[in-house]
């Protein structure tokens, strides 16, 4: 039986990544439903090649274009963000990968957990918003969240045939990131440019300034609290500049287990889509004629100072994350319009998340309040900041 997909975000990096797996196994995997926001020509092409049962283009000016490419085929064309979370509730989807970005992910994730399809997740930052929400929906529903986002794939890999034996601790892997070893005064100067250019990986302009910044390992930490229900002291962060190693588990009797293998996204893609199956892949593979040196730091919580922030949001928990989140979205946005400096990213989120009112155990409602507030109260900040 093949499984059949749905893939939000499909016009993004993970998104056209996972089109390739698909690709590689039209024996086990086939493609039902495809989403991206504006990119039509893109979303038309993919439509056409892999004839999914329903494609949504979000913005809604795009439509006219996506709905009379596709005419002369039998694919269903919808718009609007709603759309999103209304297709994946299609009868013949069996898991729906997740590659939205940033809060958008959210209310699809929910929709397709309610529905009771298992879900692919690369999107962290629904489990950053509202991960107490989000797992509790899927352990009701009997549905299980796969990781997409390396670090979380490698954890799952090392938890195969351990789920009976406590984990002590989990080690995320962190490159570093473009500035890994600037000081401040070097960090001054960087520009945007420079941040989109990652060492390692080739990823969407969001998670690629986040991992600049060392905000997406912070994402991380509380990404990874919440699919393995861990306590935060349980997860601690290294950086390993090679980025081979992609996580480790440290069990009861001190033993460590990695998981390794190319800085290549379409791996962890391959098994949250396939799992339990590994199956056979012709995309490049790691071997030591290539990287003889592994080496490892403490990351820099002076300079880099999301970590710390992401920390601190998870500590005081409630919207606070959601108000970091919906903060970092918007410094990013501005960061990437030239609007603010690289080093005004964790002032305008620590600046925003002081502003706004606690709340402890929200619904679904007040992280939706929180996130309207938190991005008003940002983009306040930011007016502030560029005059
Ligand atoms: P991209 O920016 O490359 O792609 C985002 C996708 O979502 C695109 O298809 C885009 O459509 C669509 N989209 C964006 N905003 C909206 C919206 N408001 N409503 C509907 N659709 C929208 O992101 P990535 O693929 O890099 O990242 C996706 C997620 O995966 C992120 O949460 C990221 O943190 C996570 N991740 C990514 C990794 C990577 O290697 N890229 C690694 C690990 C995790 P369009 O193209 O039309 O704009
Ligand atoms: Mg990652």
Redesign the pocket.
Same mark, same amino acid.
């Given at each position: 039986m093949k499984k059949r997909i749905a893939i939000l975000?499909?016009?993004?990096? @993970?998104?056209t990544q996972a089109l390739e797996v698909v690709k590689q196994h039209p024996d086990k995997l086939d493609v039902e439903v495809l989403? #991206?926001?504006?990119?039509a020509p893109l979303l038309i092409r993919q439509a056409m090649e892999f004839m999914p049962n329903a494609v949504v283009i #979000?913005k809604e000016s795009m439509y006219q274009r996506v709905f009379e490419a596709l005419d002369p085929y039998d694919i269903k064309v919808y718009t609007g963000?709603a759309s @999103?979370e209304q297709v994946v509730e299609m009868e013949s989807i069996d898991i729906v990968l997740v #590659?939205?970005? $940033?809060w958008? $992910?959210l209310k699809p994730t929910m929709k397709a957990i309610e529905a009771g399809k298992q879900i692919a997740l #690369?999107?962290?930052?629904t489990l950053v918003v509202a991960g107490e929400l989000v797992t509790k929906l899927a352990r009701d529903k009997g549905v299980n969240i796969y990781p997409?986002?390396?670090e979380h794939s490698a954890i799952f890999q090392c938890l195969a045939g351990e789920f009976h034996n406590p984990v002590e601790k989990i080690i995320l892997t962190a490159s570093g990131g473009p500035f890994r070893g600037m000081n401040h005064d070097a960090l001054l100067q960087v520009t945007k440019e420079q941040a989109l250019k990652h060492p390692n990986?080739n990823? $969407?302009?969001?998670?690629t300034i986040d991992s600049a910044t060392l905000m997406n390992k912070g994402l991380e930490v509380i990404e990874a609290k919440w699919l393995f229900g861990l306590r935060i002291p349980q997860i601690e962060v290294v950086v390993h500049p090679q980025s081979i190693i992609h996580s480790m588990v440290q069990f009861a009797d001190g033993s460590i287990k990695a998981q390794m293998g190319m800085p290549d996204?379409r791996l962890p893609i391959q098994y949250a889509l396939t799992y339990p199956e590994r199956l056979p892949s012709n995309f490049p593979k790691f071997s030591f004629d290539q990287c003889l040196q592994f080496t490892f730091e403490k990351p820099d919580k002076e300079n880099f100072r999301c970590l710390n922030i992401a920390y601190e949001a998870i500590r005081l928990g409630g919207n606070m994350p959601c108000v970091m989140n919906a903060a970092d979205e918007v410094a990013v946005h501005a960061f990437l319009r030239n609007e603010i400096s690289f080093l005004q990213i964790p002032d305008l989120i620590e600046n925003c998340m002081s502003k706004i009112s606690f709340v402890k155990n929200p619904s679904l409602n007040d992280y939706e309040a929180t996130d309207i507030e938190s991005r008003a109260v940002a983009t306040e900040l930011l007016e502030i900041l560029k005059h």
């Open positions: 975000g499909s016009t993004g990096s @993970i998104g989403t #991206a926001h504006s990119n #979000a963000t @999103i #590659a939205l970005v $940033g958008s $992910g #690369a999107n962290k930052e997409v986002d390396s990986w990823m $969407g302009c969001k998670v996204m």
